[in-house]
């Protein structure tokens, strides 16, 4: 299996699958984006991914699904038959059922716009600045059983001023994302990684 192959799942506008593909395109990302799969027929991400030329996107109702794992179930097939190693969950709203994420163990991709493990769930900007911490920023990790719980592979810092609001602070993590996001995924093709107890410990080459 081509290692640089991915599956990008968003559900929204797909900024983040926007500069995946950008980065891919200018050489700086090793990653080949086989397939996008949104969970909303309206969701601008298929749209750019049909614009930037991805070989198959793909709208799958969860509506013709009885359930989260039977729906979870077509994705996987999907991502298989288009011989993708890596799955990178780029705004994608849905939480993925314990069978999914054990099919593709060690293989989930995902980013959240906190300083994980603190800030977990939906609001991440928004439950920090609440908070009152002075620091925030954006997270890359391993998807497991556990919501925002998986291994970190990589973060980045951005401080919290004192005039922010949610949107500003959201704003200014989502710029730090579409660096940290494209370059993560290039080290895990160019230099893999390893695990050591929650540790995600980066091969040297």
């Known amino acids: 299996m081509n290692h640089g ?16 593909l950008a ?34 996107v793909l709208h799958i109702n969860p509506k013709d699904y009885a359930d989260r794992a039977s729906f979870d179930a077509a994705c996987g097939d999907a991502i298989e038959q288009a011989g993708c190693h890596w799955i990178v969950l780029a705004g994608y709203m849905r ?18 716009p906190a ?24 997270t890359v ?3 497991d059983e556990v919501l925002d719980g998986g291994p970190i592979l990589a973060q980045a810092v951005v401080p919290v ?19 940290l996001y494209p370059e993560t995924l290039r080290r895990m093709v160019e230099d893999g990684f390893h695990i050591e107890g929650r540790r995600v410990i980066w091969n040297q080459v």
């Open 23 to 56: 980065a891919a395109k200018a050489g700086s990302c090793p990653v080949d984006t086989r397939l996008v799969i949104s969970d909303k027929a309206t969701a601008a991400a298929l749209q750019t991914a049909r614009d930037e030329g991805v070989a198959q």
């Open 161 to 179: 001023l004192d005039d922010d609001t949610r949107d500003s602070l959201h704003a200014r993590i989502q710029s730090a994302e579409h660096t």
């Open 5 to 20: 192959a991915i599956a990008i799942m968003a559900s929204g506008r797909g900024s983040n699958l926007k500069v995946i």
């Open 141 to 143: 990790h391993l998807v």
């Open 95 to 112: 939480i993925l059922s314990a069978e999914f994420v054990q099919r593709f163990a060690g293989r989930i991709i995902n980013i959240h």
């Open 115 to 138: 300083l994980l493990p603190a800030f977990p769930g939906a609001d991440g900007a928004g439950d920090a600045l609440n908070y009152g911490v002075k620091v925030s920023g954006c």
